[in-house]
């Protein structure tokens, strides 16, 4: 299975190809660079690589939560390479990737992702590694308060991303004593994109390349509480 993954979700701007599950990656921290680093990278590994579009089996993108634009900028770049090579896309959410990574590089089981969202919140994520090594969300992704954050089950919880750099001190007081470590300079990676990807792509989670749209969590909330103001 050839995966071709991209995120620019955040800060980090990175793209990878997973072949046969051997994955290579194009990774650098480059805020504002993002539109110009991507295409570079997609087209620096599929030359390393030998490998055309064609080849490929599907295309991973970091949907979001994240950056407006860096999502904004990963779903536009996905959309043009599938239409154009005729692709399947796997959307894969960047708190997911988040806590992909924490558990194959820092042997984390049970992962609290999240981002800075601005406006005193945070994109929340909480992810258990699976029987297969794959995480597993508990319960949903949302965007919070750091004092309003889902108290999670009782175990030792790795913090994980940039909303533990900025609410760090909030988020500890919540949770009391749950979150054992913190790895708040952590981001999500294309290489996490890509392994997540394959297994959306094995289970049917796969999608036409329109409907490879950003997932930005702060639209679906606002509007939640916008509409239960009307009511």
């Known amino acids: 299975m050839n995966i071709l993954a991209i995120d ?3 800060d980090a701007c990175s793209a990878a190809l997973s072949l046969a599950g051997e994955v290579r990656e194009r990774f650098e921290l480059a805020p504002r660079a ?6 570079p990278m997609v087209e620096s590994l ?7 579009l064609t080849q490929l089996d599907a295309i991973a993108f970091g949907c979001g939560p994240g950056s407006f634009t860096g999502v904004r900028i990963a779903a536009g770049v996905t959309q043009g390479i599938a239409f154009g090579a005729n692709l399947p896309v796997v959307p894969v959410s960047t708190l997911a990737a988040l806590a992909q990574g924490a558990c194959d590089e820092l042997g984390a089981t049970h992962v609290l992702a999240a981002l800075d969202a601005r406006m005193h919140e945070v994109y929340w994520g909480a992810y258990r590694r699976g029987e297969d090594g794959v995480v597993q969300l508990q319960g949903k992704e949302g965007v919070y308060a750091p004092d309003r954050v889902p108290i999670s089950e009782s175990a030792q919880w790795a913090g994980v991303g940039s909303g533990w750099a900025s609410y760090g001190a909030a988020l500890h007081a919540r949770l009391a004593g749950l979150v054992t470590a913190t790895h708040a300079q952590r981001h999500p990676r294309a290489r996490d994109v890509a392994r997540l990807g394959a297994h959306g792509l094995q289970h049917g989670l796969a999608v036409d390349a329109e409907q490879a749209l950003p997932v930005y969590l702060r639209n679906e909330v606002t509007w939640k509480k916008l509409s239960e103001r009307i009511l």
Do not use: D, M, V
């Open 34 to 39: 993002h539109s110009q680093l991507i295409l």
């Open 8 to 10: 620019t979700s955040t």
């Open 46 to 52: 599929l030359a390393e690589a030998g490998l055309a």
